[in-house]
């Protein structure tokens, strides 16, 4: 461990410190598509509009997974930040912003554009399929039976409130000081970049893929 998790009331990282996954959390996403697959109420290439209405018939769920949809925006947007009071708002907004964004490409399976909406559109079916929230379906089937006490998808909220969870800093352009992000964040970055976890947590994870996945699923 090193450096300072908040420099500002001068709290050092430690072996338990919670950070930010960013796009490490797209694993979570995808392992919960894949024990839907392994129940057999998915499939890798059934199309997404057999489960959300609104998207391109085109569209499978493995385009999804493989960034190889088309859709959603650029993966790192312009203007304001929205205005999210909990996750269930943040879920409705996003997948309701997706379905009127015209695609970045057709069909899909041409390219490869990184797209952070796609897992978005995702979370939107686990919900649809599982019947659950996606991050309650997460916690429930991912993070407790691997062990992961010190995991989960935070809101803006509780990461500045909670000194057991690293401030994120960053350099703005031009270069000076780095500065505390923490206030600019989003309410959650949600299924694509939302989940803040531990060293120890992350360990866990990865020992417990046969727990979660049968194979080849868990290959």
Not at 43 to 64: M, N, Q, R, S, W
Request: hydrophobic share 40%.
């Amino acid at each position: 461990s090193y450096g300072m998790a908040d420099q500002e009331r001068s709290i050092p990282n430690g072996t338990d410190t919670i950070f930010g996954l960013a796009s490490v959390s797209k694993i979570f996403t995808a392992v919960a598509v894949a024990q839907l697959v392994q129940q057999g109420k998915l499939g890798f290439h059934e199309p997404l509009a057999a489960y959300l209405d609104g998207f391109p018939d085109k569209v499978t769920i493995h385009h999804l997974l493989t960034h190889t949809s088309g859709i959603g925006r650029p993966p790192f947007g312009s203007g304001p930040l929205p205005v999210w009071q909990s996750f269930e708002q943040a879920m409705a907004e996003t997948l309701a912003a997706v379905r009127v964004t015209p695609p970045q490409f057709t069909p899909p399976g041409v390219e490869h554009v990184y797209s952070n909406d796609g897992f978005w559109v995702l979370a939107g079916v686990v919900e649809r399929v599982s019947g659950q929230s996606f991050f309650d379906y997460v916690r429930a089937r991912i993070f407790r039976p691997a062990g992961m006490t010190r995991t989960d998808f935070y809101s803006k909220p509780q990461v500045l409130a909670n000194p057991a969870i690293a401030r994120p800093y960053w350099i703005a352009p031009g270069g000076g000081p780095r500065a505390d992000f923490g206030p600019s964040l989003p309410f959650t970055i949600g299924p694509p970049g939302g989940a803040y976890s531990t060293v120890s947590d992350l360990v866990a994870f990865v020992s417990s893929c046969g727990k979660l996945l049968n194979r080849p699923f868990a290959d």
